[in-house]
């Protein structure tokens, strides 16, 4: 990724964050860092699984929607193609939130060739990690924990 007008994105990650994430912290690991993450297991000291689950557990028909910290964009939708318990024990497992092909929003997502998973403006948010079962999206909550794009834009006016 090139550089851009702040690390490898246009803007700082938004303020605030969902789920109680640490804005220094995303914006550090979006924005300023093409290799390393958050701690292994952030996610589960966040709300992000309370309110996940608030309104009942997530399917495919009423998945949870990931979006960039800095542009508000949708980014994953999960769970698709599998459980809401397939998806948190997978990433339990591996220590970050894990996604599958079928939940990635491709049109705002591109993987690197070395296997660095950024949004299509710049965002770092993990890395591709295959398996046995095809590819693995290993992403840092910090990146995807932003605002809807239009509530974003409300919040600025």
Known sequence: MRKK???T????VQNPLRWGCDTK???RIANFNRHYAERSGYW???SFMDEATANGTPDEKHPVEFYDSNTGKPIFRAPIGRTWEDFVAESRKHGWPS???QEVVWEN?????DGETVSADGTHLGHNLPDGQGYRYCINL???SGNPEEDNARKQL
């Open 142 to 144: 910090v990146c995807i």
């Open 25 to 27: 912290t995303a914006d």
């Open 99 to 101: 996604f599958r092909n």
């Open 44 to 46: 589960l000291t966040t």
């Open 5 to 7: 007008a702040h690390g």
């Open 9 to 12: 994105s246009e803007t700082p």
């Open 109 to 113: 997502v591109r993987v690197l060739e």
